[in-house]
Structure formats: structure tokens, C-alpha cells
């Protein structure tokens, strides 16, 4: 009887294993090209503000909001302080259950199904989740629930068009506006030290080039998209400059953000920035800076400037415009946008107070820099400002059709820069530019 | 006299011979009310309602609506399976605290065809193989130490204990290596959930937790099998001596255990979860524990307990989303806590009397 248990068991094994093999394909190659041009693809965003919302029927509003951390995690917190805001605005009490109710410390797990079925329970007709990895489960929630007059927000997703749900919505901000511009900041401060011969011999690379570092979550578009603007930020100031990324693969974990940054210290980086959401990396960054290390940080989401003087400013978003738009739509009976998407013309992106040690004369170039992105002068992605493989790229796919992680469709380059969150709220930026290069894999 | 009440204690236990069934039930609803009340105390202290307010939320939030009612017994049945699944194991005092372990092993077993084969096999031949792997996902899971047991005579306590974090691990793994995008998220497949019954997407696992609860009743009071699983667990020595198997039905057994466990994660992955995490189950391989045991493996009460503790999540949770600023979920675990506190607590005082100095009955 166990014999042929086990027979069967190998059995089923070595099919798998087939199967395995075959789904791993090659890679296809052709999201980008560096000569030739292709037609831009449809704008498929939106960055109406509330101002702009027409009023209509009222509608009896309960939101229910699930939230992968608390107050006590700074992208989470920043979701909180943008929908209490909202809500205020809008005269919701946020902390009347019989209005709001929230879920924090949510995994990107069957929790999450867990979590929206009982706000759907407690009847919220505005449901929103505001981790990526949640997404999966908002869209399954979605459906499930599409006869029901409920309105299903995944932050920061990227499914809701493709999914064809009227009843789900995704958005984003143009945070790598303010990457680019927290990277003029860094840049600001690298050209001082320059000039002041601070400089040491060990903070540049074999080529003469110095050398910064950033720490990041995951290898997603969101987080190649941030780091790449913050890069070009940079070099729009000091061109001499090479950039490394190490992944650390969480959202939020203290100790290795912390590793990751004494790590780059130690190997000479002057600036450090990042894509990820603990205090870990600005105060491994703080510790070496009072020890007598020149080095700075450039962090995320939350003035952070109280650390320290190390700290130089961070880029952050002001949920509350897309949630004050999307409440009021609600409210007013309307249909929030299938994709939002709100940069510096919206005020949806700032940088937080610049820190004590900030170079003289950011404030005014720092003005300057944002005056030039809302008039459309400059463009964070300008194609004659970076390389990849040593050319210019003329042309790059943003949408995976077929669900292959690739880029297949919807080109984004033209007028020589790359449209980003154009065709869908999400990031799409995931060209590896030359001047960066990303240690490990963040598998 | 005096000197005599001296030397005896001020109070001492007694082993009862025997208690009648009506003070059984009478101590048992005693010891429900007081965890009620507990619970409702520990609410007045970290929220502002009053105990009315709490013992209400507490009911509306279980049976409000469809929606919450569904999730009730959902959990209950979810919880009630593997506790039928970890009854015979302990029946045969094979301590099986590896419920958790089972239910994941079962789960990357089913998810395992989902995954792969979730576009390309049409329903009516998925489930089955999911539900027949993960049935040997399991049972495999609980296999291993009892070989161990019976081979080595390890401790199959520590050592299903350990089974369950190396699913745990294993889970993870599966989590990064299948998913490029790091967080494995739903799966979502053409074929391979669970159809609807009556209109009700959880409608099977209820006909499944009901059909288990007889199957088992019957596999543990009528037949020679379950007859072999009490004399085993009870007395070895007699069961050697009427040449009973040990190897035979520990192994058997603690492999049924197991693939019941594993049945559960079949049901999370196809019907609930549509995806594998090692959260899956909220811990219930270990709740389920106290329920087998509690109910001395009698199937109603099995049923009762697990509704019990279903109302219990349901209920805390409602109170918790009362009440966001203040409170979150692991509230929930604390009420589940204090009531099988008391639920054990019952358990000694139907065992042992207390008697106190200078009482009679001290003297018989």
C-alpha cells in the first residue's frame, strides 16, 4: 500500500517537473529600442483635483480602509494622514466607526480577503486598500461583490483597467517628480562638497566618479522609476556621478535597511537615499555622520530632519488630493477614475523641510526645478539625459498584455522624453540606465 | 482537634470517582458565563461602552447580515475538521500538535496543481487532484514522526512541532520562488475553485465538515479500526497481547490524522484563500488542539466548541472595528485565550473536588 503511495507520489512529482521546465521560457526581449520610433500609445490617466468634482446626488458614504501597517510605518501613516484629512475637508468624521473604519496591519495575504469581506459586512459602499500587494485581493473582492453599489480602490495597483471592473479604481502619484527634485537637493550638497575638497579619493570609483547609494524594497517599476529620477536629479547638478542599489526585499525591515546603508557607507558613498519605509537607513546614516563620515541621506515619505543633520529632506506624496477626489466622487454618486494619477501641478508630490545642512541656495533652485516640471520645461525622464547599454533609447513598451512581467505594448517615448504613469496610474519606468547598477537581484 | 485542623491544609483536591452528567453540564455552563463576563470586563477596560454595548456589538457582529453569518460557520467548520482530523491521533495518545503543519502541507499540495495546472485541466479534473494530493500532503506531514515514534521512540510531540515550522519555511519559499513579483497574491486560475453550493461559495465545506464529523463518529465507535486506535492509546501492553499491530495503526492512523488536517488546506487553497501564505488558518492547527481535547473527541461537542470560538473571533472583531484608534485584531486572540482558559479550567474542576479544612466530607 505505501509503496505504491510513494510510487504515485514520484510520479506526480516528475510531471510537475515538466511542467515546470516548459513554463520556464526565454525571456523575450523588445520592450525598448535604441533607434526607430514608434507611435505613442493613449493616455489611459486622469488627474481631476476634488475642485473639479461635480456636485450631484448625495450618497450615505462608509469607508472602509485596509492598511498594511499602522501609525507607526511612514507609508502607512502617510495613507492614515491623507485620508484624515480628506475626510475632515469633506466633513467626515474619521474617527466615527459609523463612517470610517479601519483595518491596519493587514498582510498581503488571504487576511486581506478576511478583512474586506467584513467591511463589505458592515456595509462600506468605499472600499480601499493601499498596499500593491493587495491588489490581487481588492480585484477578487471586486468581483465577487460587483453587484453590490460598492467602490474598490487599490492604491498604487496596476490591474484595474485590464481587470474591466467598473467598480475598481487604481491610482498613484507622480512621486518621481520629487525623487528628481530631493535628487537636485543631493546634488546641491555633492557640489558643495566638491567645491569644498571634502571629496576623498575612497568616495569615487575607478573612473573618478562619485559614488552614491540607494536602498530599495523590491525590483518593481515603483521602485526603478523613484530611484532613476533620484539619480537624474542628481546628475542634473554634479554630472560625475555612478549610483549602486541594493534590494532588501521588504517594504519595511529596519535592520536590513540599516545594513544595506553602513554597508554603502563603508564602501565611500556620499549620498544615500531610499525606496523603503523605516527609519533604518537615515539613522545608520545619522550614526556615521556624527562619528565624522561625510554622508548624507535623502529619505521617504516623513520630514525626517529631526534625526539629525545628516538629513537632507525627503520625497513624499500628499495622498490627501486623490483621496479628497475620490471621496467627494463618491459621495457626489459619481465614478472614481479607473486610473488617477497627481504630480507637483496637482500638489499631490512635495519634499519635506530641507535640513540645517542643505547647500545655500537650494531653496531657490529647488523653486526653480518645480516651476520647470509644472510647466512641462523639464521632464524628469528627458531621453537626452541618460543612456542604456551607451545609447539614447528612441522608443519603449509600457503594458504587459500577456502577464509575463514583460513590457509588450503601448510605447511612451516621444518629444525625447519617457511618458511616465501615462498609460496606467502605476510606474512603468523599469529601463536600467547606465550610471546605476543594482548590487544584488532582491530575490 | 485543633491541632489536627492544623496540620491539614487550608484547602486540597480530591479526584472525583465520578460526576453526574447534569452537574457536568451545570459546571461547564458556569465556567462559559464566567469567560462571558471576563471577556466583557476586559473590553470595559480598553474600550468606553458599557457591558451591554460590548455582549450586543458582540452578537451583531456574527449575525448581521448574510455576509457575517457565512463567516461563522465557515470558521467554525474550518476549525471542526481539523479537529476531527487531530481526534484519533490523540484518542491513540499520539500527541499531534502538528495540525498547523498538516494544513500547509496539505495546502502547497493543492496550490501546488493550482498553480500549474490552474489554466489547463478543466474543474472536474483538478479538484480531485488537488483534493487527493493534498489529502497525501498531509497525511505524509504526520507520518513522518509517527515512523520516528515507532521506529526510535522519539517524542512525537516536539517532533510534529517542529514539522509544522519547516512548512511553515517551506511555504515561504514557495511564496518568492513561485511568484516574480515577491508577493505571491491570489492565484488565479480558470479551474480549480471549489463550485458553489446553494448559491453559497462556502456551501461544501459545510457538507464536508458535516459528512466528516459522521464519518469519523462512526470510524471511532464502530468499527474494529477505532476499536484498535483506544487500545492502542489506552492500554499498549493489552493491545500486544491480543496481537494488535502498534506499527499497523500508529502509522495508519496518525497518516488519516494527517490527511485530514490536509483536507482543511485543500479546502483554504480552493475555497477561501485561492492562494497559499503561512498564515493560512490563523493558527487554527493549534486551536484545534484544545477542541479535540476538550470535547474528549465526542463529535457534538467538537461542533459546540468550535461554534463557540467561531462567535468569539467574530464577536472580538466587531468590537475591534468599533473601536480602530484604540484596538486592533490580535484583541481577538486574547478573548479566544481567556475562553479556553476557563473551558480547561472546567476541565479540572469536573476531575477534582476541592475540599476545604474542617469539612466532612475531608474526612471520608
Known amino acids: ?443 | 482537634m485543633k491541632a489536627d485542623a492544623k496540620r491539614e491544609p487550608a484547602l486540597r483536591l480530591v479526584k472525583r470517582d465520578s460526576i453526574s452528567p447534569a452537574r457536568a453540564v451545570i459546571v461547564r455552563a458556569v465556567a462559559i458565563i464566567a469567560a462571558l463576563l471576563v471577556c466583557g470586563i476586559f473590553f470595559i477596560t480598553v474600550t468606553d461602552s458599557s457591558i451591554i454595548e460590548i455582549y450586543s456589538a458582540m452578537v451583531s457582529g456574527t449575525f448581521r447580515n448574510s455576509i457575517t453569518i457565512n463567516t461563522f460557520f465557515r470558521e467554525a467548520c474550518m476549525l471542526l475538521i481539523i479537529a476531527i482530523g487531530l481526534a484519533p491521533a490523540f484518542k491513540m495518545s499520539f500527541w499531534n500538535v502538528g495540525g498547523q503543519g498538516q494544513v500547509l502541507a496539505g495546502g502547497m499540495a493543492a496550490a501546488m496543481w493550482l498553480f500549474y495546472l490552474g489554466n489547463k485541466l478543466p474543474n472536474a479534473a483538478i479538484l480531485p487532484l488537488m483534493f487527493v494530493s493534498a489529502a497525501i500532503g498531509g497525511g505524509i506531514w504526520a507520518i513522518i514522526p509517527a515512523v520516528f515514534r515507532v521506529k526510535f521512540s522519539t517524542n512525537e510531540t516536539l517532533f510534529t512541532l517542529m514539522m509544522n515550522y519547516i512548512a511553515i519555511q517551506l511555504v515561504k519559499y514557495l511564496r518568492i520562488s513561485w511568484s516574480p513579483i515577491h508577493a505571491l497574491g491570489m492565484i488565479q486560475r480558470k479551474s480549480g475553485s471549489l463550485p458553489a453550493l446553494f448559491g453559497n461559495a462556502d456551501g461544501l465545506i459545510y457538507v464536508i465538515a458535516a459528512v466528516g464529523v459522521v464519518l469519523m463518529y462512526i470510524y471511532m465507535n464502530k468499527t474494529k479500526q477505532g476499536y484498535e486506535i483506544s487500545v492502542v492509546g489506552e492500554a499498549p501492553n493489552t493491545a500486544r497481547y491480543a496481537g494488535i499491530s502498534e506499527l499497523k495503526v500508529i502509522l495508519r492512523t496518525a497518516f488519516l490524522s494527517g490527511a485530514v488536517c490536509g483536507i482543511a488546506g485543500f479546502l483554504y487553497v480552493s475555497a477561501i484563500d485561492h492562494t497559499i501564505s503561512e498564515t493560512m488558518g490563523g493558527g487554527y492547527g493549534f486551536t484545534a488542539v484544545i477542541v479535540a481535547w476538550l470535547a474528549k473527541f465526542n463529535p457534538i461537542f467538537m461542533t459546540l466548541i468550535s461554534m463557540l470560538i467561531s462567535f468569539v473571533r467574530s464577536g472580538s472583531s466587531e468590537i475591534v472595528s468599533r473601536n480602530t484608534t484604540t484596538l486592533d485584531s490580535s484583541i481577538a486572540n486574547i478573548n479566544i485565550g481567556i475562553f479556553l482558559f476557563f473551558m480547561l479550567g472546567c476541565e479540572f474542576f469536573l476531575n477534582y473536588k476541592v475540599v476545604f479544612r474542617g469539612r466532612k466530607d475531608a474526612k471520608k
Open chain 1, 1 to 443: 500500500m505505501f509503496k505504491k503511495l510513494i510510487a504515485l507520489m514520484l510520479a506526480s512529482l516528475f510531471v510537475l517537473l515538466a511542467f515546470a521546465a516548459c513554463a520556464e521560457d526565454a525571456a523575450d526581449t523588445g520592450a525598448y529600442g535604441t533607434s526607430g520610433t514608434k507611435e505613442l500609445a493613449k493616455s489611459g490617466v486622469v488627474s481631476t483635483t476634488a475642485a473639479d468634482v461635480a456636485e450631484g446626488t448625495k450618497k450615505e458614504l462608509k469607508i472602509g480602509v485596509v492598511l498594511i501597517g499602522d501609525n507607526t510605518e511612514t507609508y502607512s501613516k502617510a495613507h492614515i494622514d491623507g485620508i484624515r484629512t480628506a475626510c475632515t475637508n469633506l466633513g467626515i468624521d474619521p474617527d466615527d466607526s459609523s463612517k470610517v473604519i479601519w483595518k491596519m496591519t493587514v498582510g498581503e495575504d488571504a487576511g486581506c480577503t478576511a478583512a474586506i469581506d467584513d467591511l463589505v459586512a458592515q456595509n462600506c459602499n468605499l472600499i480601499i486598500t493601499n498596499s500593491y500587494g493587495h491588489q490581487t485581493y481588492t480585484q477578487a473582492a471586486a468581483e465577487k461583490y460587483k453587484d453590490k453599489d460598492i467602490q474598490f480602490i487599490a492604491m498604487t495597483g496596476d490591474t484595474a483597467l485590464s481587470s474591466g471592473l467598473t467598480n475598481l479604481s487604481n491610482a498613484f502619484t507622480e512621486v518621481y517628480q520629487a525623487r528628481y527634485v530631493s535628487g537636485v537637493v543631493a546634488g546641491l550638497k555633492l557640489k558643495e562638497l566638491v567645491d569644498a575638497g571634502k571629496i576623498a579619493d575612497k568616495n569615487k570609483d575607478a573612473n573618478g566618479n562619485i559614488k552614491i547609494g540607494y536602498v530599495g524594497a523590491y525590483p518593481f517599476a515603483e521602485v526603478v522609476s523613484g530611484y532613476t529620477a533620484f539619480y537624474l536629479g542628481v546628475k542634473s547638478v554634479v554630472d560625475n556621478v555612478v549610483m549602486s542599489v541594493s534590494y532588501t526585499s521588504s517594504w519595511h525591515d529596519s535592520d536590513k535597511e540599516a545594513e544595506a546603508a553602513k554597508s554603502f557607507i563603508s564602501d565611500g558613498c556620499v549620498i544615500i537615499s531610499q525606496h523603503a519605509d523605516s527609519e533604518g537607513a537615515p539613522m545608520a546614516v545619522q550614526n556615521a555622520y556624527n562619528e565624522g563620515t561625510v554622508v548624507y541621506s535623502v529619505s521617504y515619505n516623513v520630514d525626517l530632519t529631526s534625526l539629525g543633520d545628516a538629513i537632507l529632506t525627503s520625497a513624499t506624496n500628499n495622498w490627501a488630493v486623490y483621496y479628497e477626489y475620490a471621496i467627494k466622487t463618491a459621495m457626489n454618486g459619481g465614478k472614481i477614475a479607473t486610473n488617477w494619477i497627481g504630480g507637483y501641478a496637482q500638489d499631490a508630490v512635495k519634499i519635506t523641510a530641507l535640513g540645517k545642512e542643505a547647500a545655500a541656495g537650494t531653496e531657490a533652485k529647488v523653486n526653480e526645478v518645480i516651476a520647470d516640471i509644472k510647466s512641462g520645461k523639464l521632464h524628469v525622464f528627458d531621453t537626452s539625459k541618460f543612456t542604456v547599454g551607451g545609447k539614447t533609447v528612441t522608443w519603449a513598451y509600457a503594458t504587459d498584455t500577456d502577464g509575463d512581467f514583460n513590457y509588450d505594448a503601448n510605447n511612451v517615448i516621444t518629444d525625447g522624453y519617457y511618458h511616465e504613469s501615462y498609460t496606467q496610474s502605476a510606474p512603468s519606468f523599469t529601463l536600467r540606465i547606465d550610471g546605476i547598477t543594482e548590487l544584488n537581484t532582491g530575490n
